[in-house]
């Protein structure tokens, strides 16, 4: 294991430098939609590099960089047509440098989002392999087959992609290619020696430049264990994901990650890497989160689960458990561009367990518009943010959260983009451009100031409300909650551990970080009082009421300012 993963915060980090990812706080730039300095309607890196002193002034320690690679945007950026270079709409590699140079500056570290599951279908290895026919070398990077049926005109398979309709496209030759999300969307052959020094590649060109870490797109589903019969999807449900299902969470893509954390601890720091893996237990996760492997894992527990008490102690318990037996720390994520934000979640009916994805839960509620509580939803949101803010680990927050930014429902069918809405599936219902609208920046002027011309996705009018300007000038802001919370956060930044208290109610948590700096959640809807307490509150969700907490807010505790 590498010093820099072991170094345990309680008895002071070796090195700081290499260990600054394990409670820090990230923020995840979706670079079309975060600011556009061209005026093109697309956000672009110029425009993150002008926004460099927002995000010094907002106190984040990192920035995560969704893709901004070339791509056909047949998903948002996620289909990527080159590894190492930029979008030409989206700038240069010398912007791409200006603008890590400025971050750093700022002592903001930059994490870039890597998609190694697949590649575009625009990638000049798919298009070579279209070229070269079957039987071909090219065609061995991805995953070709012969269909069934008497003239191979049926798919391989029955399988379904991730957005809905069949795994598998057939070819103009005849041939069939498994895409886990959209056609657009081909899958890599991982057992192939050219596919994995490729991606070694990938990580030392963006190492080089200054790159400080890596988030890793479905880690989970990278190698694949393709051995005839393939088995059909009803019996791809049966088998246990225990490390040998055929296509999902193998144990030997760890493989993999074991030689990308050789690649990292060339480098000085060495650089880190967070996994998106969806997988079914804490243990199977914490292979992700290992110190020879990638060494952290999305946590999305919070994000799927209610703004409920018990809820909140059970997963907070889990994790942190999970992170003292990896030796990685945790993460904890409310929002992200995957997923509706979450004031709109907590301002909709209680989830109970069915899943958070891009806007199934509006539908089921009846409609955006029906159903929406969003001040109750912005006032829970605020609470959950600050309880989350006190944790040990790292916190993720999604562009737009610090504003209190709602989804956005008021896009046509025919202005929407994203692959989930038009192929339904597993990702059945509004998709997930609500939480990808360009943001706010001035309550007037074009675009509410993302550029001087329009955005990629409707802006409602209700934008100007929440817009960069006003909520500067107004202390009770989401944006000065964020920047006040942010800004203590790193002060009273301590030890990677909690002690609950026991408040006598099963609706109000409370726990105190190893240096005395507590948290008091209210989940109910009576006021609890915090006696004496109240005189060391330094910061709270909403006002409190005398020494009393409100419903539905976090206060935090901290004896020592
Ligand atoms: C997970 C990403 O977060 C999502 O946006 C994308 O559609 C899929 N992976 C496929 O790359």
Same mark, same amino acid.
């Given at each position: 294991?590498?010093?820099?993963?072991?170094?345990?915060?309680?008895?002071?980090?070796?090195?700081?430098?290499?260990?600054?990812?394990?409670?820090?706080?990230?923020?995840?730039?979706?670079?079309?939609?975060?600011?556009?300095?061209?005026?093109?309607?697309?956000?672009?890196?110029?425009?993150?590099?002008?926004?460099?002193?927002?995000?010094?002034?907002?106190?984040?320690?990192?920035?995560?960089?969704?893709?901004?690679?070339?791509?056909?945007?047949?998903?948002?950026?996620?289909?990527?047509?080159?590894?190492?270079?930029?979008?030409?709409?989206?700038?240069?590699?010398?912007?791409?440098?200006?603008?890590?140079?400025?971050?750093?500056?700022?002592?903001?570290?930059?994490?870039?989002?890597?998609?190694?599951?697949?590649?575009?279908?625009?990638?000049?290895?798919?298009?070579?392999?279209?070229?070269?026919?079957?039987?071909?070398?090219?065609?061995?990077?991805?995953?070709?087959?012969?269909?069934?049926?008497?003239?191979?005109?049926?798919?391989?398979?029955?399988?379904?992609?991730?957005?809905?309709?069949?795994?598998?496209?057939?070819?103009?030759?005849?041939?069939?290619?498994?895409?886990?999300?959209?056609?657009?969307?081909?899958?890599?052959?991982?057992?192939?020696?050219?596919?994995?020094?490729?991606?070694?590649?990938?990580?030392?060109?963006?190492?080089?430049?200054?790159?400080?870490?890596?988030?890793?797109?479905?880690?989970?589903?990278?190698?694949?264990?393709?051995?005839?019969?393939?088995?059909?999807?009803?019996?791809?449900?049966?088998?246990?994901?225990?490390?040998?299902?055929?296509?999902?969470?193998?144990?030997?893509?760890?493989?993999?990650?074991?030689?990308?954390?050789?690649?990292?601890?060339?480098?000085?720091?060495?650089?880190?890497?967070?996994?998106?893996?969806?997988?079914?237990?804490?243990?199977?996760?914490?292979?992700?989160?290992?110190?020879?492997?990638?060494?952290?894992?999305?946590?999305?527990?919070?994000?799927?689960?209610?703004?409920?008490?018990?809820?909140?102690?059970?997963?907070?318990?889990?994790?942190?458990?999970?992170?003292?037996?990896?030796?990685?720390?945790?993460?904890?994520?409310?929002?992200?561009?995957?997923?509706?934000?979450?004031?709109?979640?907590?301002?909709?009916?209680?989830?109970?367990?069915?899943?958070?994805?891009?806007?199934?839960?509006?539908?089921?509620?009846?409609?955006?518009?029906?159903?929406?509580?969003?001040?109750?939803?912005?006032?829970? /949101?605020?609470?959950?943010? +600050?309880?989350?803010? $006190? *944790?040990?680990?790292?916190?993720? !927050?999604?562009? #737009? &959260?610090? @504003?209190?930014?709602?989804?956005?429902?008021?896009?046509?069918?025919?202005?929407?983009?994203?692959?989930?809405?038009?192929?339904?599936?597993?990702?059945?219902?509004?998709?997930?451009?609500?939480?990808?609208?360009?943001?706010?920046?001035?309550?007037?002027?074009?675009?509410?100031?993302?550029?001087?011309?329009?955005?990629?996705?409707?802006?409602?009018?209700?934008?100007?409300?929440?817009?960069?300007?006003?909520?500067?000038?107004?202390? /009770?802001?989401?944006?000065? +909650?964020?920047?006040? $919370? *942010?800004?203590?956060?790193?002060? !009273?930044?301590? #030890? &990677?551990? @909690?002690?609950?208290?026991?408040?006598?109610?099963?609706?109000?948590?409370?726990?105190?970080?190893?240096?005395?700096?507590?948290?008091?959640?209210?989940?109910?809807?009576?006021?609890?009082?915090?006696?004496?307490?109240?005189?060391?509150?330094?910061?709270?969700?909403?006002?409190?009421?005398?020494?009393?907490?409100?419903?539905?807010?976090?206060?935090?505790?901290?004896?020592?300012?």
């Amino acid at each position: 294991m590498t010093d820099a993963l072991l170094a345990d915060t309680e008895t002071r980090p070796v090195d700081p430098a290499a260990t600054w990812w394990r409670q820090a706080a990230v923020y995840q730039i979706y670079p079309r939609s975060f600011a556009d300095a061209n005026g093109d309607g697309l956000g672009d890196i110029p425009g993150v590099l002008s926004r460099a002193d927002y995000l010094a002034e907002l106190g984040i320690d990192a920035v995560w960089l969704s893709p901004f690679y070339p791509s056909a945007l047949a998903d948002g950026g996620y289909d990527v047509a080159d590894y190492r270079n930029i979008d030409p709409r989206l700038g240069t590699l010398s912007d791409f440098d200006a603008m890590v140079t400025a971050l750093h500056e700022r002592d903001i570290r930059v994490v870039v989002d890597i998609v190694p599951n697949h590649t575009s279908d625009l990638h000049e290895w798919f298009q070579e392999a279209l070229r070269a026919g079957r039987g071909s070398a090219a065609r061995e990077r991805y995953i070709f087959r012969e269909g069934a049926g008497a003239d191979g005109e049926l798919p391989p398979t029955d399988w379904v992609s991730a957005f809905g309709g069949p795994a598998w496209t057939r070819v103009d030759d005849g041939q069939w290619y498994l895409h886990s999300f959209a056609r657009e969307q081909p899958d890599l052959n991982w057992a192939h020696p050219e596919v994995r020094e490729d991606f070694l590649t990938t990580l030392r060109f963006w190492s080089d430049r200054g790159v400080d870490g890596f988030r890793i797109d479905v880690a989970h589903m990278l190698t694949k264990d393709l051995t005839e019969p393939l088995p059909s999807r009803e019996e791809l449900a049966q088998i246990p994901r225990d490390g040998n299902h055929p296509l999902l969470d193998r144990d030997d893509v760890h493989e993999v990650y074991a030689e990308w954390r050789s690649v990292f601890n060339e480098y000085d720091p060495p650089r880190t890497a967070v996994a998106e893996a969806w997988v079914e237990t804490p243990e199977r996760r914490a292979k992700y989160a290992s110190a020879e492997g990638l060494g952290q894992a999305f946590n999305f527990d919070l994000l799927e689960a209610d703004f409920d008490a018990a809820q909140f102690h059970r997963i907070i318990d889990e994790n942190l458990e999970q992170a003292r037996t990896t030796g990685s720390s945790t993460t904890w994520v409310l929002s992200n561009h995957d997923v509706t934000r979450h004031a709109t979640r907590y301002g909709l009916p209680p989830l109970g367990g069915r899943p958070v994805k891009q806007g199934v839960e509006w539908v089921a509620a009846g409609g955006p518009a029906e159903q929406l509580d969003r001040e109750g939803g912005l006032r829970r /949101a605020r609470a959950a943010t +600050l309880f989350m803010l $006190a *944790l040990p680990g790292s916190a993720y !927050l999604y562009q #737009g &959260e610090e @504003l209190g930014l709602h989804e956005v429902a008021e896009i046509s069918p025919e202005e929407r983009q994203d692959p989930a809405f038009f192929r339904g599936g597993e990702f059945d219902g509004l998709g997930r451009d609500g939480c990808r609208v360009p943001l706010p920046w001035t309550g007037e002027g074009a675009s509410f100031g993302f550029g001087a011309g329009g955005a990629h996705l409707p802006q409602p009018e209700w934008f100007a409300r929440y817009a960069v300007d006003a909520e500067s000038a107004d202390p /009770a802001s989401t944006l000065s +909650l964020y920047r006040e $919370a *942010l800004r203590l956060r790193h002060r !009273l930044q301590s #030890g &990677e551990t @909690l002690e609950w208290t026991d408040t006598g109610r099963a609706d109000v948590l409370r726990f105190t970080r190893p240096n005395g700096w507590q948290a008091v959640a209210n989940f109910g809807t009576e006021p609890f009082d915090l006696g004496d307490d109240a005189a060391d509150a330094v910061l709270a969700s909403s006002p409190l009421i005398g020494t009393s907490l409100p419903a539905e807010t976090t206060v935090w505790i901290a004896p020592q300012i």
